[in-house]
């Protein structure tokens, strides 16, 4: 099994930055892709779901949602099996609980797993 475990979460104000981080740990696996998602205020309604923020592959090469591309910068540092996630220019509709994922491969098994998520909430 793989466990994700995000920080960085907090407020920040109108215009401010904040990073995040996300640390994956086990035994005997292997990470892939990594991507960072949210669930915003009002979004536990039924039916709702977590939006894509972007991800990255293993060699380094990000893609992004619209909504935050130029502003959001995801990052990883493979030998510590961490991905990060830099928040610039924040705006109050970035509010959100902030998830991580994990597409890796235990004892040969392909599976995403997931962290609890970590609170980012932007000031207006």
């Known amino acids: 099994q793989v466990q994700l475990v995000e920080s960085g979460g907090g407020l920040a104000p109108f215009g401010g930055s904040l990073t995040l981080s996300c640390v994956a740990s086990?035994?005997?696996?292997?990470?892939?892709?990594m991507a960072w998602y949210r669930q915003g205020p009002g979004s536990q309604q039924p039916g709702s779901t977590r939006s894509l923020v972007g991800y990255i592959h293993k060699g380094g090469t990000a893609n992004y949602a619209s909504s935050v591309k130029g502003r959001f910068e995801i990052s990883r540092d493979n030998a510590k099996n961490t991905v990060y996630l830099q928040m610039y220019s924040l705006k109050p509709e970035d509010t959100a609980v902030y998830f991580c994922?994990?597409?890796?491969?235990?004892?040969?098994?392909?599976?995403?797993?997931w962290g609890k998520g970590t609170l980012v909430t932007v000031s207006s």
């Open positions: 086990g035994t005997a696996f292997e990470i892939n892709t």
């Open positions: 994922s994990a597409d890796a491969v235990v004892e040969g098994q392909a599976k995403e797993y």
